[in-house]
DNA sequence: CGAACATCGAACCGAGCGGTTCCATCTGAG
DNA sequence: CTCAGATGGAACCGCTCGGTTCGATGTTCG
């Protein structure tokens, strides 16, 4: 990352680690809240490095949001896979990662969900979109093998309860959300199990 | 609103007026995603006038977030107090009002934490926190008459659901999330009468 | 060595931003 | 009628933005 002057250290490597940097930058400062030149000052890295590699300003946001959603589902998987089989244990689990992140010094919310805000047009709403598909992908995993009904709906449940406990860590500075949405979760999967199928009443 | 040439209406409907259409404007094009220029034109209102009235940008996006933040509560009581005295009727109201509100096809979102996320410094993070707060508070309430020991605990889990709902909801584009909450809520509700009061297990 | 390549640093561009000022216009109160 | 006040319209200011270009510097490979 040093890169003297006229360095071919490998322009994958470069991108590799303005990425990195900018992931940082842009998470914190928000997307409109650093420009592409402080951006490239702090980096260490010219804006014309910059736009060979991603183009535009966009382009790099983009790449960002996809590396970080690759991210995030890895250390979710991570997580729940290091928790055994039970899928009592995998929730809860999910939501343990969950508090670990939210009790980050430098944490500001979801950078992906923030993103989709902020920038209401351009790439990240889709970005946001596909990660929540994924996200809700692992939670009804983890439903269905629990043996409930209607696991589809269950993993919306938690899905809601997990970006509210996000939302409330970071708006509201409320440190327990996370543990509190874990509990309950953890109530509706075995609400949902001792009941068998709630026929759904509007 | 016509306001000919000089008229002088009335400085103070003037500013309602003003303050009116900018939250429409501002909700749909995000903070950053509309000038004061493009504000005024579009509002049919010189920026000498909304630069008297509201001193800068920012002054008139913190009238329009705490309008809009009174506007909910009012709202949401409304809301409350017409579903009788039952907190489980009132519990389902809430979220019923949810359900409506991601209906409107102008749907965004909710527009005062969206504006916080938007605009990192500045006073819509305290207005946010703020309005979490009083929503909190409502919550709180219907669970204490609902008779638990750990209302504030529930009140939380409520709101995380409320919240967690209305992201999804906006940028999930999912369509049921307000009703699964309330289904969530409901059960939590249920299930926090039978079980006496679950001493904290982290 | 020499050609190709990657990089930095800096200058530059047009556009849009938030904000200020001036003035002609119209209204309502005295 | 007259005058103070509120307004619209337009020009203007300094600044920052995303993006482009150019030359100098250094590395790698044939």
Known sequence: MPVAKGATLDPAQTRASILRAATGLLYQRGLDGIGVAELCATMGVSKETLYRHFGSKEGLVRAVLEARSQRIMAWVLKAVTAAGDEPYAQLAAVF??????????????????????????????????????????????????????????????????????????????????????????????RSAITTPAPAPRP
């Open 96 to 189: 343990d990662a969950l508090a670990q992140w939210h009790e980050e010094p430098t944490f500001r919310g979801c950078g992906i969900l923030n993103a989709a805000t902020q920038q209401h047009e351009g790439p990240a709403r889709l970005v946001a979109h596909h990660h929540l598909d994924r996200q809700l992908d692992v939670l009804t995993d983890i439903a269905r093998r629990a043996g409930v009904s209607n696991a589809t709906h269950l993993a919306k449940q938690f899905l809601a309860l997990r970006v509210g406990a996000t939302v409330l860590a970071d708006h509201h500075a409320d440190t327990e959300a996370a543990l509190l949405a874990k509990q309950a979760a953890l109530a509706l999967l």
